[in-house]
Nanobody
Framework: QVQLVESGGGLVQAGESLRLSCVTS????????MGWYRQAPGKQRELVAD???????NYADSVKGRFTISRDNAKNTVYLQMNSLKPEDTAVYYC??????????WGQGTQVTVSS
């Protein structure tokens, strides 16, 4: 069973920072585009950022310049550094592994709440 284990969510005030982490097995991590998605109440799940095994990144327009995705291939871990957080960033954040561009695996989700 494939597991993606997330950590790092929490409650912060607007303007503060959080870092999310997601770890999975080496076999999945090395062959996957790793990404972070989020889902706010009453809204569809949306891509926040993703990163290829070679380090090419892609960001949603709403987070460009504030969020940074990175991956540590030695630790099988992907990170999402979130700076200058806004109340509209409040959502459940999900780690995703797009394995061989064929299968998608999801983490359990971690809540991020930004108060104004």
């Amino acid at each position: 069973q494939v597991q993606l284990v997330e950590s790092g969510g929490g409650l912060v005030q607007a303007g503060e920072s959080l870092r999310l982490s997601c770890v999975t097995s080496r076999s999945i991590f090395s062959a996957s585009i790793m990404g972070w998605y989020r889902q706010a109440p009453g809204k569809q799940r949306e891509l926040v950022a993703d990163i290829t095994s070679g380090g090419i990144t892609n960001y949603a327009d709403s987070v460009k310049g504030r969020f940074t995705i990175s991956r540590d291939n030695a630790k099988n871990t992907v990170y999402l550094q979130m700076n200058s957080l806004k109340p509209e960033d409040t959502a459940v954040y999900y780690c995703n592994a797009n394995y061989l561009k064929f299968l998608r695996y999801w983490g359990q989700g971690t809540q991020v709440t930004v108060s104004s």
